[in-house]
C-alpha cells in the first residue's frame, strides 16, 4: 500500500525558501492551481476513521494542462512526521467523479483552492503552498521519516513548528472560528477595475 511521509510547516517567506532550492540546485518541477473538494458519508465515518476522500483538480500555470484525481487517505500513524496510508487514482472528468461519489452516498463536506509550487531535491519532494485566508506554507515529502527531517534541516525549517493537522482541517478550522455560512474557500477575484472582489464563497 502507498504511504505518504510528509512534513508540513508554515512558511513566512517563500521567495526566500525558493532561492534556497534554486542555490541548492533543486529541479523545479511546476507551479498548478488546485481546487479540493473533500467527501464522507452522511454520518461522517471517515472523518470519525481519522481518514479522508478527496477530489482534486489542477491546472498548470504555464502550460494549461489539468489532471485531475480521487485521493482516499488512512488514518495518521503516531510520530513526529505524518504518515498514512494514501491510495490515488487518476480520472478525466472532475464533474464524472464528483457525480460518482454522490451516487456511491458520499456529500461534499468542504472545498477550497490552493496554489502549489513544486520542487525535487535529492529524494524529497518540496511543495511551497498557498491557502487562502492562511497563507503560506511548506511540505516535504519523502521516502522515510530521516529523509524528511534531514532536508528540513538542510533547508533551514529544523525550527519552524510542525504542523500536523490537514489542510482541509485548517479551512475548516477557519470557517468555523470567523462563523462563515460557506463550505467553499477561494482566492480573491479582481473585478474589472483591478479591484478585489473579495474571497469567492460560492456555496
Not at 485521493?71 to 464533474?95: M, N, Q, S, Y
Request: proline share 4%.
Amino acid at each position: 500500500m502507498p504511504t505518504e511521509i510528509e512534513a508540513k510547516m508554515r512558511l513566512e517567506d517563500p521567495a526566500g525558501l525558493a532561492l534556497r532550492l534554486r542555490n541548492a540546485n533543486a529541479q523545479p518541477l511546476g507551479e498548478v492551481m488546485e481546487f479540493n473538494e473533500f467527501f464522507d458519508t452522511a454520518g461522517d465515518d471517515l472523518y470519525r476513521a481519522g481518514a479522508g476522500l478527496r477530489l482534486r483538480a489542477s491546472r498548470d500555470l504555464v502550460s494549461g494542462r489539468a489532471r485531475c484525481a480521487i485521493t482516499h487517505k488512512g488514518r495518521r500513524l503516531p510520530g513526529e512526521i505524518k504518515v498514512r496510508e494514501e491510495t490515488e487514482v487518476g480520472v478525466d472528468d472532475a464533474a464524472a467523479a464528483r457525480q460518482l461519489l454522490d451516487r456511491l452516498g458520499f456529500r461534499r463536506r468542504l472545498a477550497f483552492e490552493k496554489r502549489r509550487q513544486s520542487w525535487r531535491l535529492e529524494k524529497c519532494r518540496i511543495e511551497i503552498d498557498q491557502v487562502p485566508h492562511l497563507g503560506y506554507f511548506v511540505e516535504i515529502e519523502g521516502p522515510d521519516a530521516q529523509s524528511v527531517l534531514d532536508m528540513r534541516r538542510r533547508l533551514g525549517l529544523e525550527n519552524s513548528p510542525l504542523i500536523s493537522e490537514s489542510y482541509a482541517r485548517l479551512v475548516a478550522d477557519y470557517i468555523e472560528s470567523h462563523g462563515l455560512e460557506t463550505r467553499e474557500v477561494r482566492f480573491d477575484r479582481p473585478d474589472a477595475a483591478g479591484r478585489s472582489a473579495g474571497p469567492a464563497h460560492n456555496m
